[in-house]
């Protein structure tokens, strides 16, 4: 270990350590099998199943990267939200088109002009969910424009960090700061 990544609060190398490191070995995984006995009519037969335990200690919860940010007062949707949203924003514009037809149900009284109401009604209830769809689209984006450059130079931030356990905090070599595990993340988000 270099000079450098001597704890500035201690002044020691001895408990320090990568921040990173610390993170990735305090997790691990553990695959495990359960025979489960089943009943099926008047046997009873073992069945196996394969599990996964995952298990992660509390200092490298406290040491994790930042997580990504997300814009705040409106949510970054996923591909399954999206298309949850779009399904949602369809079944109100076949609400808003059922009632509009049940206006113009009798065509043959209002003529021409019953089913010109119908086209405008559609017209005018997919134009407004489009809107509302791509609006909050286009602010998602730019969102993630300014909040992403800000997290991505958190995290490289963050793979600079060492931790000192005698002291309980982490910093990085070259800069004479020292901060409590439970500010890091302040600390990464700092310009």
């Known amino acids: 270990m270099s000079s450098q990544a001597r704890c500035p609060k201690c002044g020691q190398i001895d408990m320090v350590l990568k921040v990173s ?3 990735s070995g305090g997790v691990s995984s553990t695959e495990y099998e359960v025979i489960v006995p089943i009943q099926l009519g008047s046997k009873i037969t073992p069945v196996s199943s394969k599990r996964v335990g995952v298990s992660q200690t509390e200092l490298s919860k406290k040491l994790a990267p930042p997580p990504k940010l997300e814009p705040k007062g409106y949510a970054v949707y996923n591909d399954t939200e999206r298309v949850l949203k779009t399904l949602a924003t369809l079944a109100v514009c076949l609400g808003f088109v059922l009632a509009i ?19 405008l009604g559609i017209a005018l209830v997919g134009c407004g ?12 984006k730019q ?6 450059p800000r997290w991505k130079r958190a995290i490289a931030r963050w793979n600079q ?8 905090g982490v910093f990085i070599p070259g800069q004479n700061r020292f901060v409590p595990v439970d500010q890091m993340t302040d600390f990464l988000y700092e310009k």
């Open 129 to 140: 969910g489009a809107y509302i769809y791509f609006v909050t689209s286009r602010r998602e």
């Open 21 to 23: 490191a610390l993170h």
């Open 143 to 148: 969102a993630m424009a300014v909040l992403m």
């Open 161 to 168: 960090l060492y931790y000192c356990a005698r002291d309980d």
């Open 101 to 119: 037809w049940g206006q113009c149900a009798n065509l043959a009284t209002l003529g021409g002009q019953g089913l010109l109401q119908l086209i």
